[in-house]
């Protein structure tokens, strides 16, 4: 089955700051990659998806990036942090033949 | 587009109560449902699911059913335990989305209290 690792755990940035959360993928390959982001631990919005290396969508205009530079490694960036980015960050992983999403420990991120 | 709505919580229930969280959806097609949990701090993780209608899923004593003709999944347990506090998220997986984009419902908090 899958793990999907995330770090760090917990981060508190002031604004402006630059930001990068890294996600990885073990017991699979070639999956497609998620970053959601939940604020107030309730309603789960997809910011971006990847369906390989090199490859992003973007559902939602944004303050943030993503790059997946490989396979089984996706990374969500930002170069300045607004307050607005604070929220818990998801990275999940599902293949394209089977239905279900794996969801990592979560990024809790606090910009002050 | 495709839709998931939950009932509002917060759910509160005494041990071994009995424990229904609805969900209905709006989709094209014959969407794959799911439920996942969400314990206090942590990332989600899949309860059960169920890929064609009249199909059940179940896990730890949770289950649900794909009802094509109310367009619905709901989630049951008999008897809850303190354990089962968490947040609830049901979600449906469209037909013909490529990228497996799942849709969330917006999710339910459940207490139990001893």
């Known amino acids: 089955s899958q793990t999907i690792h995330q770090w760090p755990a917990t981060l508190v940035q002031p604004v402006g700051s630059p930001l990068s959360l890294e996600c990885t993928v073990e017991?699979?390959?070639?999956?497609?990659l998620y970053w959601y982001r939940q604020a107030a631990g309730r309603g789960l919005q997809l910011l971006f998806y990847s369906v390989g290396i090199g490859q992003i969508s973007s559902e939602v205009p944004q303050n943030l990036s993503a790059s997946r530079p490989q396979d089984r490694q996706f990374i969500l960036s930002s170069k300045k942090l607004l307050l607005s980015d604070s929220g818990f960050y998801l990275c999940?992983?599902?293949?394209?033949?089977?239905?279900?999403?794996?969801f990592g420990p979560g990024t809790r991120l606090t910009v002050l | 587009g495709d839709s998931v709505t939950q009932m509002e919580g917060p759910v509160t229930l005494s041990e071994e109560a009995f424990l229904t969280i609805n969900c209905t959806y709006t989709a094209t097609g014959y969407p794959s449902l799911f439920w996942y949990v969400q314990y206090p701090g942590e990332g989600l993780q899949l309860l059960l699911k169920a890929t064609k209608a009249d199909d059940k899923g179940s896990n730890k004593g949770f289950e649900a059913t794909y009802r094509k003709e109310t367009t619905s999944f709901h989630l049951e347990k008999g008897s809850v335990q303190v354990s089962d506090s968490a947040v609830y998220f049901c979600a449906l997986r469209g037909r013909g989305t490529s990228y497996g984009k799942l849709t969330f419902g917006q999710g339910t908090i459940l207490t139990v209290h001893p």
């Open positions: 999940a992983s599902g293949l394209a033949e089977y239905n279900e999403q794996f």
């Open positions: 017991g699979t390959s070639n999956p497609n």
